[in-house]
């Protein structure tokens, strides 16, 4: 119900016709619980819209567009796949055209979706480092919620084998731990930081453990 009232009003405000909200929420509903998804899910989409709105209160920037790249960033999601962003994009360019939601919102959309393409930002853009925080917001969280993403990665990843996607993950967190900084704002950076970068060495610890 929480989700549905955030896609509602979301909506109501360009103006939608209300049966045409309840079948478009559906419709991403359907896709976000797909079978194969353990961690690309609605929960996933919740936890990125809580934070956005939680710093978007102090930046008070145009919402609408961050909102709708929370909701979009992962409708096309294959593991096999390397242009998921780029179908992602050309998903949510389609629909929103049907709603006759401007041309500019949805190129801000589609523009922040390709930002999760390779997570980096320009340091004069505020709007995709709150986005993309929020969509990294996960690397910091508590040690329950971290291993229920952990193993909801693995499980996406479930057609690799183990020493291939241990390798393979392990090179990805390294990337993260070389940034001077994983997080943008200085809200999710004094919140998060540390205890991201500790969640990353002890996954790749237990990534190197597996493989010995």
Request: with cysteine.
């Amino acid at each position: 119900m929480l989700l549905q009232n955030k896609w509602r009003r979301l909506l109501k405000s360009f103006d939608i016709d209300e049966k045409i909200i309840n079948q478009t929420f559906l419709e991403i509903v359907a896709i976000y619980k797909c079978q194969k998804r353990y961690y690309h899910n609605l929960k996933h989409i919740q936890e990125m819209l809580q934070i956005v709105e939680n710093l978007n209160s102090k930046y008070r920037l145009e919402q609408s567009s961050l909102e709708f790249a929370v909701w979009f960033h992962d409708i096309v999601y294959d593991t096999q796949a390397h242009d998921n962003e780029e179908k992602s994009a050309n998903y949510v360019r389609d629909l929103l055209s049907l709603l006759n939601i401007p041309d500019s919102t949805i190129n801000n959309i589609c523009r922040l979706i390709l930002t999760t393409k390779h997570h980096k930002v320009f340091e004069d853009d505020i709007e995709s480092q709150i986005f993309l925080d929020a969509d990294l917001s996960i690397l910091g969280s508590d040690a329950q919620r971290y291993r229920e993403y952990m193993l909801g990665i693995r499980r996406e990843y479930a057609w690799v084998q183990d020493n291939e996607y241990n390798a393979l993950r392990s090179q990805v967190l390294q990337t993260f731990l070389q940034r001077a900084r994983i997080f943008s704002t200085s809200e999710l950076y004094n919140q998060l930081e540390l205890v991201a970068r500790n969640n990353i060495k002890n996954e790749i610890t237990s990534l190197s453990n597996y493989n010995q």
